[in-house]
């Protein structure tokens, strides 16, 4: 298939689509909107369900019943709306349902502002609600990444009956680029299962639930949502590592467009002769810190690790995790819908090499 | 079961018939006397009368005492979120539409933090029942001070009495436009009860029940004379209405009131007393799950669908 010229919001809309999933429920806010209003005619016409519904508290509640009858059903967001939606994710982890929440970052706190952000990074990999429970966290840093993860979303949200989170910002959702999609039809239905309420012929009675009022049956839940996440943490983290083929003094760690800014910039200060790379996760949970921590000792020498993030620091908890106080740990950010440009962080690159020479 | 083919038996499964056991879930632990296990048993009848399949039934809870109702029947049930019963429901329903669902709420669940979803719910006109358990009170959590508690009613977090009149159920929802089915009944008036959730269910579109439901632990005495005294409870008598020949014989006090009248309904749901009935009945309001259904489209209609939305993009 040719490539087509789309908005990332709708880009990703139609990926939903592709992937098979046929019910949408969301609330209209900036800047991802355009996913509602392009699924609204996409789904129409694939035979699904658009529903706009009274609040993002409803949407997710919607997204809730639907993923119990075992169907395919995602909503999406901006930040504060998953704010709203985070007693929702709650349950449905703790019901172990499957459903995709596409979260088009803007800048907070509060009502903040609509120009893209990365300061929900805390939201999304540390829980939104409340209980031991965790999301699947996907980073794409381009409009065909972004494709290409919701597609994963759905898979990895199904293979573990776990939501899951394709984490962009609002200028993945508003840039235009060329981009390529799976195959229309190519998405396997959901499988006959064993858990979900959507049986078409007679079978055992079954209960959506996640009230425990035993601590011993709780506790066995709880350890039993461990055991899948610790699966989760060894067979799905992905990232990509840029820029090392010469060897590398400084690691610069970012994600999502704030990585591929920092591509740009690497490449600037490469062609003057800086050896500097790029370590980009591109699942925020499970996070890579392995291979980030590879990463990081083969910096040769003593050099530093630049993090950088549209936000005051907060994936720098997980950089810092992942050296276990190893090495130098340097963070620039930016906030409120401020997004550097590549000419800022190359300066900031050649700064704290002039530290390292 | 093996097919054995005779003159008489072509072999096949004779069709399903379900009794009122196949529905009964495990024992229920509501306190003895409250109102809930009437529900259930209602419910139950329900059921049998139309010979729903469990695996087709959906039984939707939110948080408190009702919450529970699901875990005591062998339906499908859903116990989800403190006042989300009615979103959860209608994704439920816009996903199977296939499947009878069921919404059991609460006093607190309904009228308090799922008050948002409740006011869109009627909005949406989704075809299910909504069961509304009020007991006047929040009895899980021991007896605070709910929307629908007396005026003067003393509770734990209001130990003087409730401070503001209590919310009418009937009145907001009646208020709501695109309302269908609106009705009242009460948990001691069992063949009422059938009648009316046996309605409910006949009705196509959001089908609002409101259960006066004695808690016999924290609100027995809102209750009392109710119970006790036939003639304070007024039944809503009309051909269009509910009619039980048994509850109109035992509450000699009728009043005779069209269902199809909305501005009849409200005012008679402002005044507010120990009502029995439907209130309102529109059977020809659009629902949601049946505006939001589309067509089915074939792998070549979608082919070409997709084709011509592409061909728009095309570099």
């Not at chain 2, 006109?125 to 929307?147: C, E, F, H, R, W």
């Not at chain 2, 003393?154 to 009418?168: A, D, E, F, H």
Request: glycine share 8%; hydrophobic share 40%.
């Amino acid at each position: 298939m040719s490539k087509v010229l789309m908005k990332g919001n709708e880009a990703l809309g139609e990926a939903a689509v592709r992937a098979g999933c046929v019910h949408f429920f969301g609330y209209p806010i900036t800047p991802q909107t355009e996913v509602p209003e392009y699924l609204v005619k996409r789904l129409r016409e694939v035979g699904g369900t658009f529903v706009q519904a009274e609040s993002e508290v409803a949407s997710i509640n919607m997204v809730m019943g639907a993923a119990g009858m075992g169907v395919r059903c995602m909503t999406s967001s901006s930040s504060p709306g998953i704010s709203l939606m985070a007693e929702g994710m709650s349950y449905i982890a703790a019901c172990e349902l499957p459903c995709v929440v596409i979260n088009m970052m803007r800048a907070g706190p509060g009502l903040g502002g609509i120009l893209p952000a990365q300061s929900d990074y805390f939201q999304a990999t540390r829980g939104h609600g409340h209980g031991d429970y965790q999301v699947i966290v996907l980073a794409p840093s381009s409009v065909q990444e972004a494709v290409d993860l919701t597609t994963l979303a759905f898979e990895l949200s199904e293979k573990y009956r776990n939501p899951a989170m394709v984490c962009a910002d609002g200028m993945i959702g508003q840039m235009m680029e060329p981009v390529e999609f799976p195959e229309e039809g190519a998405a396997t239905p959901m499988p006959e299962n064993d858990w979900s309420l959507g049986a078409r012929d007679g079978r055992e009675r079954r209960i959506v639930n996640s009230l425990y009022l035993s601590p011993e049956d709780l506790h066995r839940h709880n350890l039993k949502l461990k055991a899948k996440y610790d699966e989760i943490a060894a067979n799905e983290t992905r990232q990509e590592i840029y820029g090392t083929d010469d060897g590398y003094d400084v690691l610069v760690v970012a994600f999502g467009t704030m990585a591929r800014i920092c591509k740009t910039a690497i490449d600037e200060v490469r062609a003057e002769g800086l050896r500097v790379a790029l370590f980009r996760p591109i699942t925020l949970n499970p996070y890579p810190f392995g291979a980030l921590r590879d990463a990081m000792d083969a910096i040769e020498g003593d050099g530093p690790v630049l993090d950088i993030e549209m936000s005051m620091g907060q994936m720098l908890y997980d950089v810092k995790l992942a050296a276990e106080g190893s090495r130098r740990i340097e963070f620039y950010g930016t906030a409120g819908g401020v997004v550097p440009s590549p000419d800022e962080v190359a300066e900031k690159i050649r700064g704290l090499m002039q530290g390292v020479q | 079961m093996t097919a054995t083919c005779t003159l008489t038996d072509c072999g096949a499964a004779p069709d399903v018939e379900y009794s009122m056991d196949d529905y009964a879930g495990p024992v229920a632990r509501w306190c003895p006397g409250c109102g809930d296990h009437s529900v259930l048993s209602a419910a139950q009848r329900l059921l049998a009368t139309h010979q729903m399949a469990p695996e087709k039934t959906v039984f939707v809870s939110g948080i408190g005492c009702s919450s529970r109702f699901p875990h005591y029947l062998r339906t499908y049930g859903f116990h989800g979120i403190h006042g989300r019963a009615l979103p959860i429901s209608t994704g439920v329903k816009l996903a199977r539409p296939d499947l009878d669902v069921f919404a059991v709420m609460g006093d607190g669940d309904c009228c308090s933090i799922g008050a948002a979803h409740w006011i869109h719910a009627v909005r949406y006109n989704v075809n299910m029942v909504a069961l509304l358990l009020d007991n006047n009170i929040y009895g899980l959590t021991k007896k605070q001070t709910s929307p629908t508690t007396p005026q003067g009613f003393p509770s734990n977090t209001q130990p003087r009495g409730s401070i503001l009149p209590p919310m009418n159920p009937l009145s907001v929802t009646l208020g709501v436009t695109n309302a269908s089915f609106v009705a009242q009944t009460a948990d001691w008036a069992p063949q009422h009860l059938y009648a009316t959730l046996d309605a409910a269910y006949r009705h196509r579109g959001f089908a609002f029940v409101r259960i006066l439901q004695r808690c016999p632990i924290w609100t027995a005495s809102l209750f009392r004379d109710a119970v006790q005294d036939p003639a304070k409870v007024e039944v809503l008598v009309h051909e269009k209405g509910i009619h039980d020949a048994t509850t109109e014989a035992i509450h000699t006090n009728h009043l005779d009131h069209d269902p199809s009248d909305l501005n009849a309904a409200r005012a008679l749901a402002e005044e507010g007393g120990m009502r029995l009935g439907l209130f309102f009945h529109d059977p020809t309001n659009a629902c949601y799950d049946e505006t939001r259904r589309v067509p089915g489209y074939t792998p070549e209609d979608r082919i070409a669908i997709l084709k011509r939305e592409l061909d728009r993009h095309a570099v």
